[in-house]
């Protein structure tokens, strides 16, 4: 049986199978998988399953042979429409003359057989409801890393057929991400991807997971049985995760060229690209407010002095009251960072339980203890409360102004609170002048790194709380109880300001 190449001598990752004459309702496969990899991720079983790593594992192959092979509707996204030009290009390649490509956006392959692959984007977060209530029993997110998590959760909902016995799955693919926004994919993945996960799981085992109500929350649990969570039964999905090499490629590792311009990249996209490193340093945003290095040099200052230097000296608030979310708790000693607690939203319901959660960790305290809590919202009551009880509350409200507060060189003022707030807790991480100690938390970190800034009629302005909450996939809860302790404590680390 002849085999078709032409282009994917390049980078096809896949045996081709036609026959002149026969069509794919006669029983011939239109693609075939490649032994190892492409293949164990073509059977796997899992519900979500990341497929990749390295450059030129035949990614891109899989999803098209999935669509073309073994589901009935399928829809492969890119974060970007024109990225979408060569895949369609090969899926048009692999059909020969037993499909018809419509381009346009969104564009479709039609099969002889039936199947039908669609061609999708979603560039922005407003833009996701254009795919609500679209079924699709393949859905494929090619290089996810790209995608929020917000829009990857979204646009993956509608996973349905009503097909009788047609599978149903989610299938990613894509390199290790090279900016901070993508690395909620390593959080998602952690048992297969992320080197510091206490519990790692092997190459295409399956683990299964829960989520929250509201998204935000994945629970690893034993096994695929329902269990109660929040008042109703909740169904497991399994995931996986399967690396694939350039070696993995039969046709591209044998291009020599295509090896030499990998080799050829700059660490540590060069780790990312030959070998799938999940752990190679990302670059930072000229954007980002708080640089990596100054957030990980405040950690190894952690690690040096892990007991609590003197006595408590201010507590974040974040509040949450019921729901998915927790309210978090940041202590400050001095220029040391407690751990940060999580009280689930369940146990703060009111604000009489924040406000007594507060005044439990705080009123062993011997001397003054500054409780920075933001006053919007579900703040305001148990910052009543907490004045009520005579405590030294600050509250904050991070979208008043602030007045004529500047950076450290006074060459720019703030927009408001939350800008004053965040970009002092930056210049205290400096290394030219800081004794900061931060925790060694993940989550922490992802959250502190995510928050970016700009400039806005000569202010600085740091973006909101729901913008960063819509790249990570989560509220940054933790970064953001933090820096209300620090802003709180203002007055006794003047000399950071």
């Known amino acids: 049986m002849p085999q078709s190449r032409t282009r994917s001598d390049c980078w096809s990752s896949a045996i081709l199978r036609l026959a002149e004459g026969v069509t794919p309702e006669n029983g011939v496969k239109l693609w075939t998988p490649n032994p190892g990899p492409q293949t164990a991720a073509y059977e796997s079983l899992a519900d979500d399953l990341f497929y990749g790593g390295a450059a030129g594992g035949g990614k891109s192959d899989l999803l098209l042979g999935l669509g073309a092979e073994a589901h009935h509707r399928s829809v492969i996204?890119?974060?970007?429409?024109?990225?979408?030009?060569?895949?369609?290009?090969?899926?048009?390649?692999?059909?020969?003359?037993?499909?018809?490509?419509?381009?346009?956006?969104?564009?479709r392959l039609s099969l002889q057989s039936g199947r039908q692959i669609?061609?999708?984007?979603?560039?922005?977060?407003?833009?996701?409801?254009?795919?609500?209530?679209?079924?699709?029993?393949?859905?494929?997110?090619?290089?996810?890393?790209?995608?929020?998590?917000?829009?990857?959760?979204?646009l993956k909902t509608w996973e349905r057929s009503a097909m009788p016995g047609q599978r149903k799955r989610t299938v990613c693919t894509?390199?290790?991400?090279?900016?901070?926004?993508?690395?909620?994919?390593?959080?998602?993945?952690?048992?297969?991807?992320?080197?510091?996960?206490?519990?790692?799981?092997?190459?295409?085992?399956?683990?299964?997971?829960?989520?929250?109500?509201?998204?935000?929350?994945d629970?690893?649990?034993?096994?695929?049985?329902?269990?109660?969570?929040?008042?109703?039964?909740?169904?497991?999905?399994?995931?996986?995760?399967?690396?694939?090499?350039l070696s993995d490629n039969p046709y591209l590792s044998a291009d020599t060229d295509y090896l030499k311009v990998i080799q050829a990249t700059a660490e540590p996209m060069r780790s990312q690209l030959l070998y799938g490193k999940f752990d190679a340093v990302?670059?930072?945003?000229?954007?980002?407010?708080?640089?990596?290095?100054?957030?990980?040099a405040a950690v190894y200052r952690w690690e040096m002095n892990a007991e609590a230097i003197g006595k408590m000296t201010a507590l974040g608030v974040d509040v949450a009251r019921g729901g998915g979310d927790a309210t978090t708790l940041a202590p400050k000693h001095g220029d040391w960072f407690a751990e940060i607690e999580e009280i689930p939203g369940k146990q703060t319901k009111t604000g009489r339980e924040v406000a007594g959660a507060v005044v439990e960790r705080t009123s062993r305290v011997q001397g003054e203890v500054r409780i920075?809590?933001?006053?919007?919202?579900?703040?305001?009551?148990?910052?009543?409360?907490?004045?009520?009880?005579?405590?030294?509350?600050?509250?904050?409200n991070f979208g008043a102004g602030a007045g004529d507060t500047t950076d450290r060189s006074g060459k720019y003022k703030m927009l408001n609170v939350r800008a004053a707030a965040y970009w002092g807790f930056r210049e205290a991480l400096d290394p030219e002048y800081s004794?900061?100690?931060l925790p060694p938390d993940k989550a922490l970190r992802r959250e502190m790194l995510a928050a970016k800034w700009k400039l806005r009629g000569g202010k600085i302005q740091i973006e909101a709380k729901e913008e960063v909450k819509a790249r990570l996939g989560r509220s940054p809860d933790n970064a953001d109880a933090v820096v209300l302790a620090h802003y709180a404590d203002r007055n006794a680390t003047l000399e950071f300001w």
Not at 83 to 107: C, F, I, V
Not at 193 to 201: F, G, L, T
């Open 77 to 107: 996204f890119r974060r970007e429409f024109p990225e979408l030009t060569e895949l369609m290009e090969r899926a048009e390649e692999m059909a020969g003359g037993y499909g018809r490509l419509k381009r346009g956006s969104p564009g």
């Open 118 to 154: 669609t061609f999708g984007s979603c560039p922005h977060n407003q833009n996701k409801k254009r795919w609500q209530g679209r079924p699709h029993d393949l859905k494929c997110f090619d290089e996810v890393t790209q995608f929020t998590r917000e829009i990857f959760v979204y």
């Open 174 to 217: 894509g390199n290790p991400p090279t900016d901070l926004e993508g690395a909620w994919v390593i959080d998602y993945w952690a048992p297969w991807i992320d080197p510091n996960h206490e519990n790692p799981a092997e190459p295409g085992e399956l683990r299964w997971f829960v989520t929250t109500k509201d998204g935000k929350t």
């Open 219 to 245: 629970t690893e649990v034993p096994d695929g049985e329902p269990i109660l969570m929040e008042g109703e039964m909740v169904y497991p999905r399994s995931r996986t995760f399967i690396p694939a090499l």
């Open 282 to 296: 990302t670059d930072d945003s000229q954007w980002q407010v708080v640089p990596s290095d100054w957030f990980d």
């Open 372 to 396: 920075g809590i933001d006053v919007i919202g579900v703040g305001s009551s148990p910052y009543d409360l907490l004045v009520d009880a005579g405590a030294t509350v600050d509250g904050i």
């Open 435 to 437: 004794r900061i100690m």
